[in-house]
């Protein structure tokens, strides 16, 4: 299975498939509209205006710490364009940890392990994917998009 093999739904329940993306770069960040780490949004919108022509931003929603993703598929989106300004691609609500692991989830921990091995530790861990397919790095959920821009730029570069 690759990368590209892939696929999750948009918050409208349309598919989205991976292979969309092939010769781009993907940034994977489980998000949630309520936490403390939330003002990464308008860093991760940035960077998708910055590189939206090499450069995918995906987020996806994810209820599984402290209950912070009290959005639903519904309402979403326009919180996070309202109080973030987003227009990076969203998806639908997923789990990132547990028996409901999202595939896309289950395959970047696979490949990128963390310092918890396969689970994810927080909102906004983020996955570099780079436009070959392969998972390029993870970072932590206090890694601030500013500081993943550097890899961003290598993965596009080659």
């Known amino acids: 299975m690759s990368f590209y093999d892939l696929s999750i739904n948009t918050p409208a329940g349309q598919p989205l498939n991976m292979s969309d993306y092939k010769n781009k770069a993907v940034l994977i960040v489980n998000t949630a509209t ?65 028996e409901n692991t999202h595939p896309i989830f289950e395959y970047l921990k696979d490949e990128l392990g963390g310092l918890l091995g396969k689970k994810v530790k927080w909102n906004f861990t983020k996955f570099l994917v780079a436009p070959d397919g392969k998972p390029f790095k993870r970072y932590a959920p206090t890694t601030t998009p500013d500081k993943i821009e550097k890899d961003i730029k290598k993965v596009i570069a080659k």
């Open 34 to 98: 309520k936490c403390g780490l939330a003002p990464q949004f308008d860093a991760l919108e940035k960077l998708h205006q910055n590189y939206r022509d090499d450069l995918v931003v995906l987020g996806f929603p994810c209820d599984q710490f402290a209950n912070q993703e009290p959005e639903t598929n519904d309402t979403v989106v326009e919180a996070c364009r309202i109080n973030h300004g987003v227009t990076f691609q969203l998806t639908e609500k997923i789990d990132v940890n547990g």
